[in-house]
T-cell receptor, first 115, second 111 residues
């Protein structure tokens, strides 16, 4: 069966520090991968998605970047964190498809506080 | 663009039935998803509609009317553990299975 791992679970970082959040998926090949952010009491906002190694699409302009160095590894990064980067970051995966709709499965999330 | 509207909060009694509505205005539409999210946890998949009509999965059912841009999630025989946020999400055209989420409806189930 497929599993998704995301770490760390919580993170407190000072303004201006770098960020690296990691997500890995097991039990599937060539998944679609997604990074979302959820502000307190708000819905999920899609930040990045990837349909293959090295292929990253950004949905919103921001202080963050994403990379996919391996098939089942998705990394969210920042060179200098802002206060507004605080939130609940969620990684998700779905079966690869360029058109067919399929269920997204979420990791446990990382709660980031930038102080 | 896409706009998804859900009520912010709802309350219901244990054992009752509750209907959570979702309306959407999108420039195109491939399917509609419902997710459950307990406080501080990740969303978990509940149901998916691509055609008009009702999809039933145990105590949960979801309905879709594409012509009206309307969906609802029906929860029967409510239990305390159903207290959570319920997120409506639409899949816009363009592929790659992207989802646009509504802000969610926070449901509180009381004894």
């Amino acid at each position: 069966s497929q599993t998704i791992h995301q770490w760390p679970a919580t993170l407190v970082q000072p303004v201006g520090s770098p960020l690296s959040l990691e997500c890995t998926v097991e039990g599937t090949s060539n998944p679609n991968l997604y990074w979302y952010r959820q502000a307190a009491g708000r819905g999920l906002q899609l930040l990045f998605y990837s349909v293959g190694i090295g292929q990253i699409s950004s949905e919103v302009p921001q202080n963050l970047s994403a990379s996919r160095p391996q098939d089942r590894q998705f990394i969210l990064s920042s060179k200098k964190l802002l206060l507004s980067d605080s939130g609940f970051y969620l990684c998700a995966w779905s079966e690869w498809s360029s058109s067919r709709e399929d269920i997204q499965y979420f990791g446990a999330g990382t709660r980031l506080s930038v102080l | 663009g896409q706009n998804i509207d859900q009520p912010t909060e709802m309350t219901a009694t244990e054992g009752a039935i509750v209907q959570i509505n979702c309306t959407y205005q999108t420039s195109g539409f491939n399917g509609l998803f419902w997710y459950q999210q307990h406080a501080g946890e990740a969303p978990t998949f509940l149901s998916y509609n691509v055609l008009d009509g009702l999809e039933e999965k145990g105590r949960f059912s979801s309905f879709l009317s594409r012509s009206k841009g309307y969906s609802y999630l029906l929860l029967k025989e409510l239990q305390m553990k159903d207290s959570a946020s319920y997120l409506c999400a639409v899949s816009p055209p363009g592929g790659y299975n992207k989802l646009i989420f509504g802000a969610g409806t926070r449901l509180a189930v009381h004894p």
